[in-house]
């Protein structure tokens, strides 16, 4: 069993920034790759971005390509997402999520674990 906890959302003008933070418990982080998905109202969960189990491999979707980054630390337990010229089109709830598997995906059904979530909203 893997509990996440979001954190690092907040209200940003448009061009600004943010890091998201995750958190992991248990002591098999390691063994597990992360993604970072995003859901609109009124719209289906989307992929952001991913990160297999040792941060040597990442992956995002194209909207968010060259403005955010994906990482991790292992020793922390914890997985990070930097959201950088930040646009208003990005307003959206924020989940990260773990994969059993070592390799990453960008199918929300692939992954196994699921925080609450945290908003982020960006204004023009």
């Known amino acids: 069993q893997v509990q996440l906890v979001e954190s690092g959302g907040g209200l940003v003008q448009a061009g600004g920034s943010l890091r998201l933070s995750c958190a992991a418990s248990g002591r098999t982080f390691s063994t597990y790759a992360m993604g970072w998905f995003r859901q609109a109202p009124g719209k289906e969960r989307e992929f952001v971005a991913a990160i297999n189990w040792s941060g040597g491999n990442t992956g995002y979707a194209d909207s968010v390509k060259g403005r955010f980054t994906i990482s991790r630390d292992n020793a922390k337990n914890t997985v990070y997402l930097q959201m950088n010229n930040l646009k208003p089109e990005d307003t959206a709830v924020y989940y990260c999520?773990?994969?059993?598997?070592?390799?990453?995906?960008?199918?929300?059904?692939?992954?196994?674990?699921w925080g609450q979530g945290t908003q982020v909203t960006v204004s023009s």
């Open positions: 999520a773990a994969k059993t598997g070592y390799g990453s995906s960008w199918s929300p059904g692939e992954y196994d674990y």
